[in-house]
Structures are given as C-alpha cells and as structure tokens.
C-alpha cells in the first residue's frame, strides 16, 4: 500500500466513521424510530418470557425500528459516497451494515444490556434513571457507537 492509499484509507474511515455517527443519532431519535416501537422493542421482559409471554410483539416492534434506522444509515452513506470519492465496495457495506442491524436489533432488546451491566459490576447503573441520567440509555448508546466502530471498519477495508 502506498501513503497516497494509506491516506485514502484513512479518509474513507474518518468520513464512514462521521457519517456512522451522525447518521445513528438521526436514525436512533428522530427519523429511525417511532414512540410505539421505543415503547414495545424490549418487550416482553426476561420475567415475563420465563413466565411464558411470547417476544414476538417485542421483535416485531424491533425490527421494525432497526429496519427504518437502516434505511436512514444507508441513505446517509450514499449521498456522502455520491460526492466524495470515498473507496468504499459493495461488499464492504453489505458487511458493515450486516454487523449493524445485527448488533443493534440484539442491544435494543434492551436484556444484553441490563445483564452486562449486572454481570460487570453497575447493576445499580442500569437501575439509575435520575437527575436526567438513564444508565441503560447511556450504556445502549456506548454499545451502539462501539458496534458502528466496527461497521467503520469493515466498509472501510472490505
């Protein structure tokens, strides 16, 4: 690889990093999400599973959410690949949107979230919802952001 492709590479990466970004917290509260399925994509909760509730409502909610909040990512991507001379492939995001969707339909069953927090020592952090601090809110979005480092990547260099 040449610096002249190195440099290339790295600015690919900055500019899909940034539009990732910018692009999740459009797609995550404004135009990627309706009240009913913030509402209902966690449901029912692990209680209620185990006393035989069905997860469908729940999925069903989520994937609705995720394939809106990928819709509005992939426009996103687009336009910004239409005027910049990003070196980006189709394969590349296939795989990068594929690790997306994927990471956050399971994160925003919102149960991934509660139980690394319960098993990592902050159970009280995911119960925090004070003072204008949610830690579940707060750890979703730190997982969501860690994920799309990864979509980054992967559009990046596939």
Not at 60 to 85: D, F, I, N, T
Not at 108 to 117: A, C, E, K, T
Not at 120 to 126: L, R, V
Not at 133 to 141: A, E, P, V
Request: net charge negative; proline share 3%.
């Amino acid at each position: 690889m040449t610096n002249l492709d190195q440099v290339a590479t790295l600015a690919t990466f900055g500019a899909v990093w940034a539009v990732l970004a910018v692009g999740h917290n459009l797609a995550d509260h404004v135009f990627g999400q309706s009240d009913r399925q913030a509402a209902n994509k966690g449901a029912p909760s692990a209680a209620e599973v185990a006393d035989g509730a069905s997860p469908r409502r729940g999925w069903g909610a989520c994937l609705e959410h995720v394939a809106q909040y990928h819709l509005v990512m992939a426009v996103m991507l687009a336009l910004v690949w239409a005027v910049l001379p990003l070196q980006m492939s189709f394969t590349g995001l296939a795989a990068g949107l594929a690790v997306s969707v994927v990471t956050h339909a399971f994160l925003d069953r919102r149960w991934p979230v509660r139980w690394l927090l319960q098993h990592t020592g902050s159970p009280d952090f995911a119960e925090l919802k004070a003072a204008g601090m949610n830690g579940m809110y707060l750890t979703d979005q730190a997982l969501h952001q860690t994920a799309l480092l990864v979509s980054a990547l992967l559009i990046t260099l596939v």
